[in-house]
């Protein structure tokens, strides 16, 4: 029989430590793990307890203190290890500050039978409520904030807590007893525009319902279905306050004018993510993450014998995105360069290698 885990990420202590005791008071059989890096220093520090106290301290040397290594070394082997114990009816798992749950998922997802005795039951996202607007859509880096997990790391807050959000199972958005004002409001809109369908928003720890994220809301295959970077079906009706921009096409961008309008498209106070091709790399499924300003694009996969797919999807809470829609349409090939050029280009260079690799022979 599988140990149920609650895993709880964000991006500051307090929000992730008061979903901790709320559940850790509700689940008395429960186990509690709880991670900290210390890029400094170059270890993760581990803490196990439950009702009678803390278990075990450990610190861990790191070859390099990053999130990846962390999960890898010592996360998910001490949620297996603890699983397997049979001592306790659950394991609250509270992760390094800016990690995201996806990557424990994600590790005992693709080989459960190596796990044994762990099930992913929930994953909640805590975040402070009266900072959700710039924490979701500002351009803060988390450096800036002291929340590396490397010394490489300059991500920023907002790619990170959107994506949280977009995954979990319940965001918790929470500021003790202190009343929602107007922004905050709004920022919990935001919440709702961005979760899963069917993903909870609770303002308070007093709405979690421990029995029944114990029991098991996480199903793995509909979190990877809404974070993919291609999504063809249609999207849930938005809450008020929040808009949205569904933006899409069979056709490809131009790579110069991609080029010319990337500022536009990612920049700015919102969250966007999707797919695009170009017809130099028409084989390959460029992805695309920004928030806040910030933008990460890439290509890890490819088409194979699916249609190509240009859709990006864009929400925020400020002004409507006219001029997002008018940059997407800019870039997409014109009927004339349709008919000139075709679909797909054979050229040696587009000026993308350094986020997308070389165009490769086949494309």
């Known amino acids: ?44 520090t581990r803490v196990v307890s439950d009702a009678t106290g803390v278990l ?65 039951a929930a994953t909640i996202t805590a975040l402070g409520r009266a900072t959700l607007l710039q924490d979701l859509l500002g351009d803060d880096r988390v450096d800036e904030r002291g929340l590396q997990t490397s010394a490489e790391d300059f991500r920023g807050v907002a790619e990170i807590a959107t994506a949280m959000v977009e995954y979990s199972d319940v965001v918790l958005a929470t500021d003790g007893d202190r009343a929602i004002d107007g922004d905050a409001a709004v920022g919990v809109g935001l919440l709702r525009a961005l979760v899963r369908p069917g993903a909870g928003v609770l303002v308070d720890t007093g709405h979690l319902n421990a029995a029944v994220l114990a029991a098991g809301v996480h199903v793995h295959r509909a979190a990877e279905e809404w974070v993919a970077e291609v999504r063809r079906g249609p999207l849930p009706p938005m809450p008020d306050g929040v808009w949205r921009l569904d933006l899409r096409s069979g056709r490809p961008f131009h790579p110069d004018r991609l080029y010319e309008q990337i500022q536009t498209l990612g920049g700015g106070p919102h969250r966007s993510r999707g797919c695009f091709w170009l017809p130099s790399r028409h084989g ?47 870039c997409l090939l014109s009927d004339v360069e349709l008919e000139d050029r075709g679909r797909y280009w054979e050229v040696d260079e587009d000026g993308f290698e350094p986020w997308l690799g070389a165009i490769s022979i086949d494309h």
Not at 8 to 36: F, N
Not at 305 to 318: F, I, S
């Open 1 to 44: 029989m599988r140990t149920p885990v609650i895993l709880i990420a964000g991006i500051a202590d307090e929000p992730m430590a008061a979903a901790t005791i709320a559940l850790q008071w509700d689940l008395p059989r429960a186990v509690v793990v709880q991670h900290r890096i210390d890029v400094a220093a170059s270890t993760l």
């Open 56 to 120: 075990e301290r450990e610190e861990i040397d790191l070859a390099h203190a990053c999130v990846s290594c962390a999960v890898r070394e010592d996360i998910v082997p001490t949620l297996e290890r603890l699983a397997g114990l049979g001592r306790w009816g659950a394991v609250i798992a509270c992760l390094p500050v800016t990690a995201e749950a996806v990557q424990v998922c994600r590790v005992l997802g693709w080989a459960p039978h190596n796990f044994p005795h762990t099930r992913i």
């Open 284 to 330: 390959q499924i460029c992805n695309w993450e920004g928030a806040g300003g910030h933008l990460s694009i890439g290509a890890t996969e490819r088409w194979g014998g699916a249609v190509p797919l240009t859709r990006l999807t864009v929400v925020g809470v400020e002004g409507g995105g006219d001029e997002i829609a008018e940059a997407f349409r800019s």
